[in-house]
Each structure stands twice: as structure tokens, then as C-alpha cells.
């Protein structure tokens, strides 16, 4: 059984945010409001463990071969997050998909509770699933249809569109802003097989 610290799950919960940004010791413990020394000593501990690695830049950066504290901080994030809409939308897509096979990432400025619209990017295995999935999902929002922007791409697409950091696309979009709302251990899995798979 792993023991999780405070300032392990807030390192995680601020990693999490942004996964693309690159962290100083320092620039962490600044954001996250505490001393210096506590988070250096969780930091090298967490580098040791292999959950976060020093890039050549000597920056901290989530290391994918483990995803357990990556998985935990995005699933308190969503715990605190909130949105009644999004609440319902979830619920929704819970109760008429399931939540097994597939992940919902709310990504853009709904993340940040700014605007109406909400933009939604859901990763699926393959795409002989896509058009079924779509109904059910125009089934589930209702009266959402509106003001909720979909997108639909397979996990082949998103590994295609994260091998390509410097183009703008959904994936290198929400890797630097974005909750996820379902499926927190099949959207690790994908980031861990991608780094894995470089």
C-alpha cells in the first residue's frame, strides 16, 4: 500500500494543471505557497521513486513509467472542481456510456469556469466505435447540445497529435490546460504508453 503526503498530492494537483510546463524547485513551492525545503525534500523523493524526473534543464516534469500520484492529483482536482453543469454533464455521460473504455476531458476555458461554451474531447479506443458513441453522447447532453463543443478522436489520433509538440491540436492543447472528467486511468495510460513508446 503506497502513503500518500499533503505535499505529495498538492506537487500532483499543480503538476497536473499543465502537464507540458517545466518546473524549478522553487517556481513549485512559490505556486504552491509553502517553504522551500519541505517541497525539495518531497521533490527528490519523488524523483528517487521515479513518479517525477529532472529533464537535462535540471527542470521537474512528470515521469510517465509510474502514474499512481498523476492520476491521484487530477482525481482531487475534480473533486474540487466546481461547476454544476459540468457535474450533471458527467453524470450523465456515466449513467447512458459507462465509464470503462473511453476518456472525457473538459479542456479550454471551461476549465477555468470562463465563458459559456464547454468543450469536451472524448479519446476512444478505435473509430469503428465513433458513431455510436456520438449518439449516445447528443443522447446524454440534452439540453446541453448547445453550449457543449464535442470532439471525438481515437487514441491512435491522440498519440499521432502528441508526437507533433509544436503543431496546435486538441491533445497538445490539453496537455497544458484541461480536467479530466472520466476515465482518469485510461488518459494516463495513453500519456504513459506515449512517452513510453518514444
Request: net charge positive; hydrophobic share 35%.
Amino acid at each position: 500500500m503506497k502513503v500518500i503526503k499533503k505535499n505529495e498530492i498538492l506537487i500532483f494537483k499543480e503538476i497536473t494543471k499543465n502537464l507540458s510546463k517545466k518546473w524549478t524547485i522553487n517556481s513549485l513551492s512559490t505556486k504552491l505557497g509553502l517553504k522551500y525545503r519541505p517541497i525539495y525534500s518531497v521533490a527528490i523523493d519523488l524523483i528517487n521513486r521515479k513518479y517525477i524526473k529532472k529533464n537535462e534543464n535540471n527542470l521537474l516534469e512528470p515521469k510517465y513509467f509510474d502514474t499512481f500520484f498523476l492520476q491521484i492529483g487530477e482525481k482531487i482536482r475534480l473533486l474540487e472542481f466546481n461547476n454544476k453543469d459540468i457535474k450533471i454533464i458527467k453524470e450523465r455521460f456515466e449513467k447512458n456510456i459507462g465509464n470503462s473504455y473511453y476518456s472525457t476531458i473538459l479542456f479550454g476555458s471551461s476549465v477555468a469556469k470562463k465563458g459559456k461554451d464547454i468543450d469536451l474531447l472524448f479519446i476512444i479506443p478505435n473509430s469503428s466505435d465513433s458513431s455510436k458513441f456520438e449518439e449516445k453522447i447528443n443522447k446524454s447532453l440534452g439540453s446541453f447540445e448547445n453550449i457543449v463543443d464535442v470532439n471525438i478522436i481515437t487514441e491512435e489520433s491522440a498519440y499521432e497529435m502528441l508526437n507533433r509538440p509544436n503543431q496546435t491540436n486538441v491533445m497538445n492543447e490539453i496537455m497544458k490546460n484541461h480536467l479530466v472528467l472520466i476515465g482518469v486511468e485510461n488518459f494516463y495510460n495513453i500519456l504513459k504508453k506515449w512517452k513510453n513508446d518514444k
